[in-house]
Nanobody, 123 residues
Framework: QVQLVESGGGLVQAGGSLRLSCAAS????????MAWFRQAPGKEREFVAG????????YSADSVKGRFTISRDNDKNTAYLQMNNLKPEDTAIYYCAASRVPDGTFRYEYDYWGQGTQVTVSS
């Protein structure tokens, strides 16, 4: 099993940056593909970005391309989401997730979830 704990959320002005971290427990972190999802009030949880177990392949939703970057450090059992040029529409709870399935973009493809961290972008 994998336990995930997100951190790094907060309040930021539009155009600002935040870096989210997802710390994983267990010795098998490098066996899992990782992803970030987000859920805004009254909306479905949506895929933001994903990364392969090795970190060599990363992919993201069109809405964040060019602004958000996912990465991971398997030695530290941690995944990251660097968010630049934030917009008010990026306001949401951000969740990290782990999967044995590569390249997943759907919630059902992910087996383990963190508790989420709030990101609020003011205009």
């Amino acid at each position: 099993q994998v336990q995930l704990v997100e951190s790094g959320g907060g309040l930021v002005q539009a155009g600002g940056s935040l870096r989210l971290s997802c710390a994983a427990s267990g010795r098998t972190f490098s066996s899992y593909a990782m992803a970030w999802f987000r859920q805004a009030p009254g909306k479905e949880r949506e895929f933001v970005a994903g990364i392969s177990w090795s970190g060599t392949y990363a992919y993201s939703a069109d809405s964040v391309k060019g602004r958000f970057t996912i990465s991971r450090d398997n030695d530290k059992n941690t995944a990251y989401l660097q968010m630049n040029n934030l917009k008010p529409e990026d306001t949401a709870i951000y969740y990290c997730a782990a999967s044995r399935v590569p390249d997943g973009t759907f919630r059902y493809e992910y087996d383990y979830w963190g508790q989420g961290t709030q990101v609020t972008v003011s205009s």
